[in-house]
């Protein structure tokens, strides 16, 4: 029986610290993520412990080694832009002298549907992916679970408590300062038996680290894939097979991270959500018609720069209450961050609050069981009260992803029209920062207004709703192009005057009915049109008649459906 040294060598420790420090050196760091930018420090001081105590090859200088440890020693939060390209120019001098010639050859191809029979599914995410880059491989991690249901599921992630969260069963083991952890653990063999048992490996990241090839060790039945979200890619070794496959998905119906996800279930599982490209846990319910409290979860929290003061945040409810139909009471539940920095924006919010809102409700959210949230708990704080919440504002970060699949509409301020990060789900609202103060006030006024609507959408609104959702499921030949024409022209002949975003209908069925006449005059692959229908079913007008037309139940019945999510039919 062959296993692989839990003592690892240095080629290998140096390629670990290469993805932490690319991480610390290219990612950008605000107050809303300094939490996790020490996370990383605290990975990068280990693996200077573990370069001490291993020992070094004879054509590595021992100077530029404690050259290295020194300055991972050095670096903090007033520095650390300055001091990890020195770290990373020297990890790369130190990885060419101990370069090694891969022992497999890499080659472009097609990738194997993957078996369904394996007894172990390892998944580990890298620090590059950060929080909503993760939540967004959830559609192909709950496929997979379909796949192979009977596998043992073990998922390593530096983000405590999400994936049991998301999919219950799996066994979810935190490595925050622990960054060789996962991969010590598959260096333990302990009997011949699980030498030879079937598993796959799978490493997710936003970069692409090459880490399966240089830190997961061969085994006869394993599998492993590499997964790299922000170039698209997937490689792929089989059963300790001579090859590397490596495919790039630069031909994407949608130019979309979560297009990229299903394409990958399509090759390596046989199933896609197709032109859906996303499944909620919970389906979204209408259940605010009776209710004059309206519970907004507010995160104003981003790893790039923060782009308001506490001020401006406060002035920017202000201006969302007055836009909110009559009789609403708008309550205020606000996310605090991890860390004392954010603990005290938050508070700078809340203060600014009672002087431009002082009768409006508004705290700081808490653990239902009264702790203050830290990075153990903040995941269960949230989803553990999701179902109190009515709506959410958040910037463009992990809550843009989580909560849509909780059901809840989420309004999130982007940074830029930066459409392949951008969640497709029908009750996901987008606006950017050069719009926020034009834009949203009057767009949440009117969602809201549309949530409290007693009856819901008529029938032409259904049948058009019915036209986009059939179209997206895979459906988009001429005749569901026909369709969207007819079903929209026959709604604005009768739609009150006064629905909101008119005007978007009405430019749509021009360009719905342009496309058709185009399309019978010189008939192209339905592929062509994908993006129209994305941006059709994206815009606010459609959406609102979806969340019109979406029914109703009573609201216990869906607060219990969003604490208790069920395994997923992806």
């Not at 497999?104 to 990738?111: A, H």
């Amino acid at each position: 029986m062959k296993h692989h040294p839990t003592t690892f060598k240095t080629s290998e420790i140096l390629e670990l610290l290469w993805a932490y420090q690319g991480v610390i050196g290219i990612r950008p760091f605000s107050e809303g993520n300094r939490e996790f930018l020490d996370v990383l420090f605290g990975a990068s001081r280990k693996l200077a412990v573990a370069l001490k105590r291993t020992p070094i090859p004879q054509n590595i200088n021992r100077n530029d080694i404690a050259t290295l440890i020194g300055l991972i020693d050095e670096q903090a939060v007033t520095n650390h832009t300055q001091i990890s390209p020195r770290i990373l120019d020297l990890v790369d001098k130190l990885k060419e002298r101990l370069s090694e010639a891969d022992s497999k050859p890499t080659i472009q191809g097609s990738l194997s549907e993957l078996s369904t029979d394996y007894s172990r599914i390892t998944a580990i995410f890298g620090p590059a992916s950060g929080l909503g880059d993760q939540i967004t491989f959830f559609q192909f991690f709950s496929a997979l679970k379909n796949h192979c249901p009977d596998a043992e599921i073990i998922v390593y992630s530096l983000y405590p408590d999400i994936w049991k969260k998301l999919i219950p069963g799996v066994k979810e083991i935190e490595f925050r300062g622990e960054p060789m952890r996962p991969f010590e653990d598959m260096a333990k063999v302990t009997s011949e038996e699980e030498y030879q048992q079937s598993e796959l490996v799978f490493y997710a990241d936003f970069e692409s680290f090459d880490l399966h090839k240089k830190l997961v060790p061969p085994k006869p039945n394993r599998d492993v894939l590499e997964l790299a979200m922000g170039r698209w890619k997937v490689s792929m070794n089989e059963q300790n097979s001579p090859w590397y496959k490596v495919k790039v998905f630069n031909a994407l119906t949608y130019r979309n991270n979560y297009s990229y996800v299903d394409a990958l279930s399509g090759d390596l599982l046989g199933v896609k959500l197709h032109n859906a490209l996303w499944k909620p846990v919970v389906d979204y319910q209408n259940n605010t018609d009776t209710k004059s409290t309206f519970k907004v979860f507010l995160n104003t929290f981003s790893s790039k720069e923060l782009p308001y003061t506490p001020e401006h945040w406060a002035q920017l409810v202000l201006e969302i209450k007055k836009k909110a139909p009559r009789g609403v009471v708008l309550e205020l539940i606000v996310f605090p961050g991890l860390d004392k920095l954010t603990q005290d924006y938050v508070a700078g919010i809340l203060k600014h609050m009672k002087t431009y809102n002082p009768e409006m409700q508004a705290k700081v959210l808490a653990h239902p069981d009264g702790s203050e949230v830290n990075p153990q708990n903040a995941i269960d704080a949230i989803l553990s009260q999701v179902a109190d919440f009515d709506c959410c504002i958040t910037l463009d970060t992990f809550t843009a992803h989580l909560l849509p699949l909780f059901g809840l509409p989420t309004f999130v301020i982007a940074y830029k029209e930066n459409y392949e990060f951008w969640v497709p789900s029908p009750w996901t609202f987008y606006v950017t920062l050069k719009t926020v103060e034009s834009h949203l006030p009057e767009l949440m006024g009117n969602v809201i207004q549309t949530m409290r609507k007693v009856q819901p959408g008529n029938e032409a609104m259904q049948k058009v709703v019915a036209a986009g959702e059939y179209a997206k499921a895979d459906c988009f030949d001429e005749n569901a192009v026909q369709n969207i024409v007819g079903t929209l022209n026959s709604l604005l002949q009768n739609i009150d005057k006064e629905f909101p975003y008119l005007w978007q209908a009405r430019q749509w069925l021009f360009k719905w009915s342009q496309l058709a006449a185009a399309d019978r005059s010189d008939p192209v692959d339905s592929g062509g049109l994908y993006p129209f229908l994305f941006a059709w079913t994206s815009s606010e007008f459609y959406k609102l008649l979806y969340l019109l037309c979406s029914t109703k139940k009573e609201k216990k019945k869906s607060a219990k459906a969003r604490k208790a999510p069920q395994r997923s039919s992806v």
